[in-house]
């Protein structure tokens, strides 16, 4: 019990944490590299959204999100977030990951009768 307490809660420690060392990371020699957007990501969502007529700040309010990340997201410069993309794929209804981006989702299963 008392170690699965460190673990839980070793926050600010050296200890080691879901079988990782934090600290044998951040010495690490070699530069992790950072996920980045489709170059065709951030052209696909400038174009949803003005096929929208809906400006950055309305997007943003939509998705429950600062007017900055969208405007980084539009710019190329944010680090991908899953749930974020998420939030703009559903609420411009365009594909921002995997395969064909930039087209339409697909409608859901048909309505039951």
């Known amino acids: 019990m008392n170690r699965y307490l460190n673990l839980q809660y070793g926050a600010g420690t050296n200890k080691i944490l879901n079988g990782v060392n934090?600290?044998?990371?951040?010495e690490a020699d070699e530069d992790a590299a950072l996920?980045?957007?489709k170059a065709s990501v951030p052209k696909a969502i400038s174009k949803a959204r003005n096929d929208l007529k809906?400006?950055?700040k309305d997007l943003a309010f939509k998705v429950n999100e600062r007017p900055s990340v969208i405007n980084d997201y539009e710019n190329g410069t944010?680090?991908?977030s899953?749930?974020?993309l998420a939030k703009l794929e559903k609420?411009?209804?365009?594909k921002l990951r995997g395969k064909d981006v930039g087209k339409p989702l697909k409608a859901d299963a048909p309505?039951?009768?």
């Open 22 to 26: 934090q600290k044998k990371i951040e």
């Open 78 to 80: 944010a680090i991908p």
């Open 111 to 113: 309505a039951k009768k």
């Open 35 to 37: 996920p980045e957007l």
């Open 82 to 84: 899953q749930p974020i």
């Open 91 to 94: 609420a411009l209804n365009v």
């Open 54 to 56: 809906m400006t950055q």
